[in-house]
């Protein structure tokens, strides 16, 4: 696994990389959050270690800025002396996946990031999604279907990004719902307003709408136009 580090306590940092290092996982350190947030929207990581109190930018608003700004769904397993209700609550609620209590167990960290790896399937979501005429590049957020650019609201986005990960499969309303919404409070209604958008943006970019409806199930991005 490719994992970024961002702590600023030099002991603390040097002891996960130094560990994860050897355990055969690539990794990558930020000492601030300014650092941090430029390492996570430029780079491909499967896991992100993030410290909640940071110079530069703390961990709260890093993580708000790269879940509801650059859009980019990395596990992220927040590390934190701050143990009580509340701030595990605020940490989930900026977005975090996992959140891990200081002093903790460096194999405890590495067994919680290869768990948050899995539940995502095992993929990286930050490289380049293609198929056909449409692309999407997370890094950029740019999207372009048939040579025409394409501009989508977040969570419209979020959609597009979920079905491109894997072109021609099935996706239930309920997988979508919590790709998309995670444990928030969504509606079918909901996603298929958001899904209508997206249907609509594409059509009106490429001439037609490359994804499917498939009765009492879900929704399939196609793979080559309509004949």
């Not at 293609?130 to 989508?152: E, M, N, Y």
Request: aromatic share 6%; hydrophobic share 40%.
């Amino acid at each position: 696994m490719h994992i970024l580090i961002v702590e600023d306590h030099p002991a603390i940092a040097t002891n996960l990389y130094d560990f994860l290092e050897a355990r055969g996982h690539i990794v990558d350190a930020a000492a601030d959050g300014i650092t941090g947030l430029h390492l996570a929207v430029t780079q491909r990581f499967d896991g992100i270690l993030l410290d909640l109190g940071l110079p530069g930018m703390d961990g709260i608003t890093l993580c708000r800025k790269l879940r509801r700004e650059a859009d980019i769904n990395t596990p992220i397993l927040m590390l934190t002396a701050r143990d009580t209700l509340n701030d595990k609550l605020k940490g989930f609620d900026g977005g975090a996946d996992d959140y891990l209590v200081k002093p903790f167990a460096l194999k405890e960290v590495e067994a919680r990031l290869i768990a948050m790896h899995k539940r995502r399937g095992g993929k990286v979501t930050n490289c380049l999604l293609k198929t056909g005429d449409l692309s999407f590049d997370p890094k950029t957020l740019f999207i372009q279907f048939a040579g025409a650019s394409v501009k989508l609201p977040r969570k419209s986005l979020r959609l597009l990004a979920v079905m491109l990960g894997e072109p021609g499969r099935v996706f239930s309303r309920r997988e979508l719902e919590w790709e998309v919404w995670g444990s928030e409070l969504a509606t079918s209604e909901t996603l298929r307003s958001h899904m209508h958008e997206l249907r609509r943006a594409l059509s009106r970019a490429g001439g037609y709408d490359p994804i499917e409806t498939v009765h009492r199930f879900g929704y399939r991005l196609i793979t080559h136009p309509p004949s």
